[in-house]
Nanobody, 124 residues
Framework: QVQLVESGGGLVQAGGSLRLSCAASGRYFSNYDMAWFRQAPGKEREFAAAISRNGDKTYYADSVKGRFTISRDNAKNTVYLQMNSLKPEDAAVYFC?????????????????WGQGTQVTVSS
């Protein structure tokens, strides 16, 4: 099972940028597609971005497309989320996890686990 620690969140003004990191433990990190999910207060956790196991394919929710970029470094067992042009509606706790895709939808993998997440706050 992959275990994960997210970092890089913080307070930023609307229009600003943040870069999130997700450090994974376990020998088989490169075997998994990975994704970022986010959960705003009072809302369900939702998919934000995903990346294939070797990094050659990326997928985004419509709400973040063109503003967020997901990447990974398998040598460092780390996944990143570069977030630009942040909006107040991007404010949430961001989590990474192993994931799988079904059509255009992405779901957390049963072989992954949830970390503590990292808080992103966007002021207007």
């Amino acid at each position: 099972q992959v275990q994960l620690v997210e970092s890089g969140g913080g307070l930023v003004q609307a229009g600003g940028s943040l870069r999130l990191s997700c450090a994974a433990s376990g020998r088989y990190f490169s075997n998994y597609d990975m994704a970022w999910f986010r959960q705003a207060p009072g809302k369900e956790r939702e998919f934000a971005a995903a990346i294939s196991r070797n990094g050659d394919k990326t997928y985004y929710a419509d709400s973040v497309k063109g503003r967020f970029t997901i990447s990974r470094d398998n040598a460092k067992n780390t996944v990143y989320l570069q977030m630009n042009s942040l909006k107040p509606e991007d404010a949430a706790v961001y989590f990474c996890n192993a994931a799988y895709g079904v059509g255009s939808s992405w779901y957390p993998s049963p072989f992954g686990s949830w970390g503590q997440g990292t808080q992103v706050t966007v002021s207007s």
